[in-house]
């Protein structure tokens, strides 16, 4: 009873404050009246003010390279649509429950008001609203001008002040837009519940539908919801949702009343449940289906001074602005990055590998994975399966420190000596040791000598030898490396490298130091494919990009072209690619392929720290690193299991070598193989190292007899088994192929081999002072 006392006040209230409303509209209409009420009436209705129209906050859409959507960013879940991509249906349904006279009445219905006062006073409760839908509209627009809560809380309330302010509005948006007009932005305004701001984000978020295709069942449960839509939300739980029923009966009654839809169409709709199909409304990077990818484009946003003056300018753009950004992202190579990765290294693992995949030619981001899921680990933990940070990415774009690149970076200096002049065979002898004392200079003039740092081959064993560029680089060796970065100068590496833009992950300037060639300095996979992809488009060096275009809210196409240069000559692109096409052949990516040709280099940090595998094709480029979390010198990758796997020692060719040639096998399934541009051997042909030839002989004749024993052995164990003749050819065959490092026989019928090492940076001993333990 005292509800219903308390509603009837209410209800008494609203009808003094109709009246007022009434009588005011009324003032130009009566008769007979003083001069008073016609000079009232006149100021009432001269010179409306237009109420604030601010663009709405509009929902960010962020598109893959084919225009599925991959995520989104919003403060309020709204896509805003023109009248005719809203159903008819959905249209009638607002219209009947809301305000049925709608097309008939201006800015205020007197009769729908005394209609909609007496019929909830009888109902004792809120059945039919009694401000027409322009006066909701007008609602809607001061909240949305609102900056602040308070200012929101103001904008709701309701007195007579405001009521005729809100009246005045009315009149004029009834001046400037026709009917329809105001009928599309109320329903592009509206809030529908479960954070569904305006019809198409409602019809998609209740049903999974767009809002040209509802039914009728569906107009009418989100015809119903608006009135109250914070205890009609379906995703608060049952009561809500009967609650939500309820009011779409009574839409269906109030259409059946207005003649909008026949007596059996309502009963038969009334007669079925809600048939929800609520969808994730879940904004930003960690409801995406490829949140690295998605990390790295939110912050091309909120670092571009394009999108805003400031960083809260540029979040509010991201958040409100309405844009749709248009990606490069490839799902297929996508997928195909994560499987192979997913395949060798678990998230809960310590270590973690991370892999970018960048297009030749327009430095395009097809695909950005990692071990780890995207988000906060339970609990809190510092480490878990999960991390924050964008593990293929820079700090500029949410990655972390990254690890040291290792033996990849002997590219440059291989790249730099081709510029030079340097040609195909020529080379020098190595020592088995080196240090360098003297002879490296930085970009300022500097000499940066280290004469404490000894340098060492593969496993420490200190072997030298004539090395020719081939040569050395396929077996990876550290002090070929050395001494050829002295030769051609150590800041010519440092500006190679930069032309590839080679950046350090934490954006800290390259450390210069005559060990730049062992890939000393912190990188991110990222980074790492673009330059690796610029030897694959020639020597043409891309940005990379994850941003094609950018349409603007009202439709406005906005091209981001690839921002490219010429790092190399194309001439001395093809050369590298020659050489590091070997790694694959004779070095230390021997026995693994993808089945077309293909280019790169292993890298192995100093003290298995992290190991990398950057490689290419003419039409996409690959960097993987693999490294622990925990802390890379801290936690070396040696006698560690990963992904349930033990590995004596992780090298470039060990674990991120696989990695590599699974994703790059599944992401180039549909694009037809290219091949590199031969060399100019009139140019890079004829060079000449002295000793090379004998030791090369030397090399096959140790080879020929290992074979002659391996056959041996083979023949002697088919004796003492009584095995056929065709079993011994067979066995000779692996035999044969084991030694030549070909494709292994069946695992029954090895003969055990043991691999060639890189030649690499893990033999490396170098002070802290140049790579400092963390």
Same mark, same amino acid.
């Given at each position: 009873?005292?509800?219903?006392?308390?509603?009837?006040?209410?209800?008494? *209230?609203?009808?003094?404050?109709?009246?007022?409303?009434?009588?005011?509209?009324?003032?130009?209409?009566?008769?007979? #009246?003083?001069?008073?009420?016609?000079?009232?009436?006149?100021?009432?209705?001269?010179?409306?003010?237009?109420?604030?129209?601010?663009?709405?906050?509009?929902?960010?859409?962020?598109?893959?390279?084919?225009?599925?959507?991959?995520?989104?960013?919003?403060?309020?879940?709204?896509?805003?649509?023109?009248?005719?991509?809203?159903?008819?249906?959905?249209?009638?349904?607002?219209?009947?429950?809301?305000?049925?006279?709608?097309?008939?009445?201006?800015?205020?219905? +007197?009769?729908?008001?005394?209609?909609?006062?007496?019929?909830?006073?009888?109902?004792?409760?809120?059945?039919?609203?009694?401000?027409? %839908?322009?006066?909701?509209?007008?609602?809607?627009?001061? +909240?949305?001008?609102?900056?602040?809560?308070?200012?929101?809380?103001?904008?709701?309330?309701?007195?007579?002040?405001?009521?005729?302010?809100?009246?005045?509005?009315?009149?004029?948006? !009834?001046?400037?837009?026709?009917?329809?007009?105001?009928?599309?932005?109320?329903?592009?305004?509206?809030?529908?519940?479960?954070?569904?701001?305006?019809?198409?984000?409602?019809?998609?978020?209740?049903?999974?539908?767009?809002?040209?295709?509802?039914?009728?069942?569906?107009?009418?449960?989100?015809?119903?919801? /608006?009135?109250?839509?914070?205890?009609?939300?379906?995703?608060?739980?049952?009561?809500?949702?009967?609650?939500?029923?309820?009011?779409?009966?009574?839409?269906?009654?109030?259409?059946?009343? &207005?003649?909008?839809?026949?007596?059996?169409? @309502?009963?038969?709709?009334?007669?079925?449940? %809600?048939?929800?199909?609520?969808?994730?409304?879940?904004?930003?990077?960690?409801?995406?289906?490829?949140?690295?990818?998605?990390?790295? #484009?939110?912050?091309?946003? &909120?670092?571009?001074?394009?999108?805003?003056?400031?960083?809260?300018?540029? !979040?509010?753009?991201?958040?409100?602005?309405? &844009?749709?950004?248009?990606?490069?992202?490839?799902?297929? @190579?996508?997928?195909?990055?994560?499987?192979?990765?997913?395949?060798?290294?678990?998230?809960?693992?310590?270590?973690?590998?991370?892999?970018?995949?960048?297009?030749?030619?327009?430095?395009?981001?097809?695909?950005?994975?990692?071990?780890?899921?995207?988000?906060?680990?339970?609990?809190?933990?510092?480490?878990?399966?999960?991390?924050?940070?964008?593990?293929?990415?820079?700090?500029?774009?949410?990655?972390?420190?990254?690890?040291?690149?290792?033996?990849?970076?002997?590219?440059?200096?291989?790249?730099?000596?081709?510029?030079?002049?340097?040609?195909?065979?020529?080379?020098?002898?190595?020592?088995?040791?080196?240090?360098?004392?003297?002879?490296?200079?930085?970009?300022?003039?500097?000499?940066?000598?280290?004469?404490?740092?000894?340098?060492?081959?593969?496993?420490?064993?200190?072997?030298?030898?004539?090395?020719?560029?081939?040569?050395?680089?396929?077996?990876?060796?550290?002090?070929?490396?050395?001494?050829?970065?002295?030769?051609?100068?150590?800041?010519?590496?440092?500006?190679?490298?930069?032309?590839?833009?080679?950046?350090?992950?934490?954006?800290?300037?390259?450390?210069?130091?005559? *060990?730049?060639? %062992?890939?000393?300095?912190?990188?991110?996979?990222?980074?790492? =494919?673009?330059?690796? =992809?610029?030897?694959?488009?020639?020597?043409?060096?891309?940005?990379?990009?994850?941003?094609?275009?950018?349409?603007?809210?009202?439709?406005?196409? /906005?091209?981001?072209?690839?921002?490219?240069?010429?790092?190399?000559?194309?001439?001395?692109?093809?050369?590298?690619?020659?050489?590091?096409?070997?790694?694959?052949?004779?070095?230390?990516?021997?026995?693994?392929?993808?089945?077309?040709?293909?280019?790169?280099?292993?890298?192995?940090?100093?003290?298995?720290?992290?190991?990398?595998?950057?490689?290419?094709?003419?039409?996409?480029?690959?960097?993987?690193?693999?490294?622990?979390?925990?802390?890379?010198?801290?936690?070396? &990758?040696?006698? #560690?299991?990963?992904?349930?796997?033990?590995?004596?020692?992780?090298?470039?060719?060990?674990?991120?070598?696989?990695?590599?040639?699974?994703?790059?096998?599944?992401?180039?399934?549909?694009?037809?193989?290219?091949?590199?541009?031969?060399?100019?051997?009139?140019?890079?042909?004829?060079?000449?190292?002295?000793?090379?030839?004998?030791?090369?002989?030397?090399?096959?004749?140790?080879?020929?007899?290992?074979?002659?024993?391996?056959?041996?052995?083979?023949?002697?164990?088919?004796?003492?088994?009584?095995?056929?003749?065709?079993?011994?050819?067979?066995?000779?065959?692996?035999?044969?192929?084991?030694?030549?490092? !070909?494709?292994?026989?069946?695992?029954?019928?090895?003969?055990?081999?043991?691999?060639?090492?890189?030649?690499?940076?893990?033999?490396?001993?170098?002070?802290?002072?140049?790579?400092?333990?963390?």
């Amino acid at each position: 009873m005292t509800n219903r006392l308390a509603y009837a006040g209410a209800l008494g *209230t609203a009808g003094a404050l109709g009246g007022v409303l009434i009588a005011t509209m009324a003032l130009p209409l009566v008769s007979g #009246v003083g001069l008073g009420a016609k000079e009232a009436a006149s100021s009432f209705t001269k010179e409306l003010p237009i109420p604030p129209e601010d663009p709405l906050p509009e929902m960010t859409r962020v598109l893959d390279r084919h225009g599925k959507q991959i995520a989104q960013f919003y403060t309020q879940n709204r896509e805003s649509v023109p009248i005719n991509r809203i159903a008819p249906v959905m249209r009638h349904a607002i219209v009947a429950i809301e305000d049925a006279r709608f097309y008939e009445h201006g800015a205020l219905d +007197v009769r729908g008001t005394f209609r909609a006062l007496v019929t909830n006073a009888q109902a004792g409760g809120i059945r039919q609203g009694g401000s027409s %839908l322009t006066q909701q509209l007008v609602k809607n627009l001061l +909240v949305n001008h609102a900056e602040t809560d308070q200012e929101r809380q103001l904008a709701r309330v309701q007195n007579v002040e405001r009521k005729i302010t809100e009246l005045r509005y009315a009149l004029a948006l !009834e001046r400037k837009y026709t009917k329809d007009q105001i009928l599309e932005r109320y329903l592009n305004i509206a809030y529908f519940g479960a954070g569904a701001f305006g019809i198409q984000a409602a019809a998609q978020r209740f049903f999974g539908v767009d809002a040209s295709r509802l039914t009728l069942l569906q107009a009418a449960t989100l015809a119903g919801a /608006v009135r109250a839509p914070y205890t009609t939300d379906p995703s608060l739980g049952a009561p809500q949702r009967q609650a939500l029923r309820e009011r779409r009966d009574l839409v269906l009654e109030r259409m059946e009343q &207005l003649g909008a839809i026949r007596p059996a169409a @309502a009963r038969a709709a009334k007669s079925k449940p %809600l048939h929800l199909d609520m969808q994730s409304a879940g904004g930003g990077c960690g409801q995406s289906r490829y949140p690295y990818f998605c990390l790295y #484009v939110q912050h091309e946003i &909120l670092t571009n001074p394009a999108f805003g003056y400031t960083a809260a300018d540029r !979040e509010r753009t991201l958040r409100r602005g309405g &844009l749709v950004l248009r990606t490069t992202l490839d799902p297929v @190579a996508q997928r195909s990055a994560e499987r192979a990765i997913a395949a060798r290294v678990a998230p809960t693992d310590h270590e973690v590998a991370a892999e970018a995949m960048v297009e030749p030619g327009t430095g395009r981001i097809r695909a950005l994975a990692a071990s780890k899921h995207y988000g906060n680990n339970p609990g809190g933990r510092k480490n878990g399966p999960n991390t924050t940070y964008n593990l293929p990415a820079n700090q500029a774009h949410g990655g972390g420190q990254g690890f040291q690149a290792g033996s990849t970076f002997k590219a440059f200096t291989l790249a730099t000596a081709l510029s030079q002049g340097w040609r195909f065979g020529e080379g020098f002898e190595t020592p088995g040791r080196f240090v360098p004392r003297e002879g490296y200079t930085d970009c300022s003039g500097k000499p940066v000598n280290d004469p404490r740092a000894r340098i060492l081959n593969a496993g420490g064993e200190g072997t030298g030898g004539p090395y020719s560029l081939e040569l050395g680089t396929w077996k990876s060796v550290n002090i070929f490396f050395m001494k050829l970065e002295r030769r051609v100068g150590l800041c010519n590496v440092v500006k190679t490298a930069r032309r590839l833009g080679i950046e350090r992950a934490d954006g800290a300037p390259l450390r210069q130091v005559p *060990t730049f060639t %062992l890939g000393v300095n912190e990188m991110d996979p990222t980074t790492v =494919a673009a330059a690796f =992809a610029a030897f694959g488009a020639r020597g043409r060096y891309c940005r990379p990009v994850a941003i094609t275009e950018i349409v603007e809210r009202d439709g406005t196409r /906005v091209p981001v072209p690839p921002s490219c240069s010429r790092a190399l000559e194309p001439q001395v692109a093809d050369a590298v690619n020659h050489v590091l096409q070997g790694v694959f052949t004779r070095g230390t990516m021997h026995g693994q392929s993808i089945g077309r040709p293909a280019a790169g280099k292993t890298g192995t940090n100093n003290g298995y720290t992290s190991a990398w595998f950057a490689g290419y094709t003419p039409d996409l480029a690959s960097a993987v690193s693999v490294g622990d979390m925990r802390g890379s010198y801290r936690y070396p &990758l040696t006698g #560690v299991t990963i992904g349930g796997q033990y590995y004596g020692s992780v090298q470039g060719a060990s674990l991120p070598g696989p990695i590599w040639v699974h994703s790059m096998i599944g992401a180039l399934r549909k694009t037809q193989p290219s091949g590199f541009v031969r060399p100019d051997l009139a140019r890079f042909g004829g060079g000449f190292t002295p000793g090379l030839k004998e030791m090369l002989e030397a090399a096959r004749k140790k080879a020929r007899d290992a074979r002659r024993r391996a056959e041996l052995r083979a023949h002697g164990r088919l004796r003492d088994r009584n095995r056929s003749l065709p079993d011994l050819f067979q066995l000779l065959r692996g035999a044969q192929q084991a030694l030549n490092g !070909e494709q292994a026989p069946p695992a029954d019928q090895q003969i055990p081999v043991p691999p060639a090492p890189e030649i690499g940076a893990p033999g490396l001993a170098e002070p802290p002072r140049l790579i400092p333990r963390r």
